[in-house]
């Protein structure tokens, strides 16, 4: 589309084309293949792969395809998932092609009309591909210039328009390789930036200072935190704030630091060198950006509660939050996992106030494991972070409903002498999920450790 909102000629001269076609089709006038019967079929799927092949070029239909394999498929890079994605439509297309020769040969007008048409739909898809793959264009021919010395304002504006809305609305598959290339860059500098902070023990203890400063103040903890990235900020990237509504601003600032800011939470909390509070507000500003790139993280919050709290956090549920996450940076059994650390914090923060509303606070009794030692306290720990991590994959986990169940108190997993006996009679049982169970546990042992390290 042209900036002042007309059509492209060439789209243009294409619908006219395929409705040309369709309408022959439609109407059973064979114009340009003379068979009876089958040539209006046949006219109409042709139509049909045009159309199709056209509105992919235009909208990335394929794209958007790729797009949720790639989500399910995490592992296959950029290549792999372009050609898993070629396989499965030529494989499709051929089945349907095949049955579609079946049915001519039992002259079953029906089925193979219906044949024929699936399979021009994944034609039409698949050379919709090879136009975005091979020329790069989603239908703004311009993008690879916008950005480029020389280019007008207002060129830079539609292009930080055209950026910001794919990211907003989790449309990845329509930005071009220059595009998408910029943001991973600028994702790069920020991870390598903080990278060197903590290689640097002086910066690093300031940026600390600064942090805990603020922690009281949610806007002005995110703005410090924004401003230790300015020294690599690219130019360009900036530029795209100029327009950027709210919404828009949360998923590029979030594009953008969200590894890095995991880097810096994991090593907080891998060095010990901060308090809860410090972890629990980083934790906090991470679980925002997920919140933002939530359609980017597919089920990265499934099974979780994403209610926003008026209350204030407990000293409890913030060492809940540290411990977890300081058990993940330093086992080298577990998987650093940003996004599961959030979702624990938000579990935390629903178990807690759901202990308050029922007024049941005062039955979390971390006396009972008074007499464990450190070692066996964080056995337990160790214990207890390996169901929640498994949880969700879990299907034998998930289908329990209290740590009461006899699986937890016959398991091998734990080594310390009748362990889950002195959890369970720790923590409230009734009107609570296994999940919170857990999370109840931490909290005694955290109680525990607190007092004894």
């Known amino acids: 589309m042209l900036p002042n909102g007309q059509v492209l000629p060439q789209y243009l001269l294409g619908a006219i084309v395929i409705f040309s076609l369709l309408l022959t089709s439609l109407l059973k006038q064979d114009l340009l293949l003379r068979i009876a019967v089958y040539g209006p079929l046949l006219t109409g799927a042709f139509a049909m792969v045009l159309m199709v092949a056209i509105v992919d070029t235009r909208h990335g239909l394929s794209g958007a395809i790729e797009s949720r394999l790639k989500s399910r498929f995490f592992r296959l890079s950029e290549r792999n998932s372009n050609l898993f994605l070629f396989s499965i439509l030529i494989m499709l297309s051929y089945n349907f092609f095949w049955i579609a020769r079946l049915q001519l040969e039992n002259n079953n007008v029906h089925w193979f009309a219906v044949s024929m048409f699936l399979s021009c739909i994944l034609i039409g898809l698949m050379i919709g591909r090879l136009s975005l793959s091979f020329f790069d264009s989603s239908g703004f021919k311009g993008a690879k210039r916008m950005f480029e010395d020389g280019a007008s304002m207002e060129e830079v504006l539609e292009e930080s328009h055209h950026i910001l809305s794919c990211l907003a609305n989790n449309a990845h598959h329509k930005l071009t390789s220059v595009q998408k290339q910029l943001i991973h860059e600028q994702k790069n500098r920020c991870y390598e930036h903080i990278q060197g902070i903590v290689n640097e023990p002086e910066k690093f203890e300031e940026t600390l200072s600064s942090l805990q400063g603020n922690v009281t103040n949610p806007s002005g903890f995110y703005a410090i935190l924004v401003s230790i990235f300015n020294p690599v900020m690219e130019v360009k990237i900036s530029r795209l704030s100029v327009q950027a509504s709210h919404h828009e601003q949360k998923v590029l600032d979030a594009t953008v630091y969200l590894d890095a800011t995991s880097l810096l939470l994991h090593s907080i909390v891998d060095k010990n060198e901060s308090n809860d509070v410090l972890i629990w507000s980083l934790v906090d500003l991470l679980s925002n950006m997920v919140d933002a790139v939530s359609s980017q993280l597919i089920d990265s919050s499934e099974g979780t509660s ?21 058990t993940l940076a330093h086992q ?122």
């Not at 994403?306 to 300081?326: K, N, T, Y």
């Not at 049941?360 to 066996?376: D, G, I, T, V």
Request: glycine share 2%.
């Open 306 to 326: 994403m209610i926003r709290s008026a209350r204030l956090s407990s000293d409890g549920e913030q060492s809940i939050v540290r411990l977890f996450a300081q």
């Open 332 to 453: 080298t059994t577990l998987s650093w996992d940003p996004i599961l650390i959030t979702v624990v914090k938000k579990r935390v923060v629903q178990a807690f106030a759901q202990l308050e509303a029922n007024e049941e606070f005062n039955l979390l009794n971390h006396e009972k494991l008074s007499a464990a030692s450190p070692e066996e306290l964080h056995s337990m720990l160790l214990t207890l972070v390996n169901f929640i991590c498994t949880y969700d994959t879990n299907g034998e986990l998930m289908s329990m409903t209290s740590f009461a169940n006899p699986f937890f108190s016959n398991t091998t997993q734990w080594n310390v002498t009748d362990a889950h006996g002195l959890l369970s009679q720790a923590i409230p049982m009734k009107r609570y999920t296994l999940i919170q169970h857990f999370l109840f546990c931490l909290w005694v042992i955290a109680k525990n450790l607190d007092s004894k390290e």
